[in-house]
């Protein structure tokens, strides 16, 4: 059951255009007609903003996102995603069905823990020359693991025909995968849960390429 709320402020969403787990609280977001305020955090001017001292107050690890929310400060974007469905109305991000509800979890555990990380700034910037070659074989190692699962839990979506925080997951990855120059088509299930889930009104308006801190020549 939702919790009612009383806010009394939008809730601020602390993050980086293309960000995947920026990206995923905003389609969390859009998905329920919730109306929230932005603060940029630059991962690269400066020296990279989300590593000064009054955004570590914010979030320690010195990451993006932050929310702030109902009077809390959040982070992680799974955390985040949870929380907004469990107190919020609008469509359930997770299934009522426990299976379904576990499946849901594992797709976005596994392109969360599994798969993003090894591509997160920080990681890259370590690797040096060979970022390239890094990401490609790591978003291949995830989607080769992936792509069998989600053909055993997909419908229209990746677990069923409603959209979940496994579709949240699944479209910032690909983003990533296309930007690193990885062949999506040899995924064919992801490859098509993705182009769907584009056409859907939540995952364009949250879209990197049309937010507050998009630079000009990456607008569309």
Known sequence: ???????????????YFRSSCSW??????????????QVPVNLIK?????????????????????????????SQSLAVIQYIDETRPGPRLLPVDPK?????????????????????????????????????????????ALEPILKQTAGKYCVGD??????????PQVYNAERFKVDVGQYPTIQRLNQTLLEIEAFKVSHPSCQPDTPADLRT
């Open 1 to 15: 059951m939702h919790l009612s709320f009383v806010c009394l402020a939008k809730p601020v969403l602390h993050g």
């Open 162 to 171: 409603e959209i979940s925080m496994a579709d949240i997951c699944l479209v």
């Open 100 to 144: 379904k509800r576990a499946q849901v979890r594992m797709i976005s555990d596994v392109i969360a823990s599994g798969i993003q990380p090894l591509q997160n700034l920080h990681v890259i910037q370590k690797i040096g020359a060979e970022k390239v070659q890094w990401a490609q074989h790591f978003i291949n190692r995830g989607f080769q």
């Open 24 to 37: 995923r609280v905003r389609i969390a977001f859009a998905l329920k007609g919730i109306e929230y305020d």
């Open 46 to 74: 400066d020296g990279g903003q989300q590593l000064t001292e009054q955004y570590k107050t914010l979030n320690p690890m010195q990451q993006v996102p932050a929310l702030e929310i109902d009077g809390v400060i959040l």
